[in-house]
Nanobody
Framework: QLQASGGGLVQAGGSLRLSCAAS????????MAWFRQAPGKEREFVAA????????DYADSVKGRFTIARDNAKNTVYLQMNSLTSEDTGVYYC????????????????????????WGQGTQVTVSS
């Protein structure tokens, strides 16, 4: 089970830090990802991190502004979001893949929603311009 939190209303240029707490003892074996969905749009990939945290991947639209990280001791994955714009508004979801992946295998498919079978409930991020 995944529980996302940390969303809110922020002005353009501001920052937010999202958290996703996972239950279960095998969290550290799984890669994790963040997706987002704006009103009227499809869910899109934001960022991914391998099971160890050693490798990350980002959508082009957030590179250099967002940072994904994880703390396996706390069963939590984070998304630090800086320099927010109105284009970042949406509901943000954390996601866990259906199975364990090697790093190289995961990163080749991380942006595909079909990879994931566990989704957090979503946390709303609203950026005012």
């Amino acid at each position: 089970q995944l529980q996302a939190s940390g969303g809110g209303l922020v002005q353009a240029g501001g920052s937010l830090r999202l958290s996703c707490a996972a239950s279960g003892r095998t969290f550290s074996n799984y890669a994790m990802a963040w997706f987002r969905q704006a009103p009227g749009k499809e869910r899109e990939f934001v960022a991914a991190i391998t099971w160890s945290g050693a490798i990350t991947d980002y959508a082009d639209s957030v590179k250099g502004r967002f940072t994904i990280a994880r703390d396996n001791a706390k069963n939590t994955v984070y998304l630090q979001m800086n320099s927010l714009t109105s284009e970042d508004t949406g509901v943000y979801y954390c996601a866990k893949p259906k199975r364990e992946y090697s790093s190289s295998e995961y990163l080749s498919t991380a942006s595909t929603t079909d990879v994931y079978d566990s989704w957090g409930q979503g946390t709303q991020v609203t950026v005012s311009s």
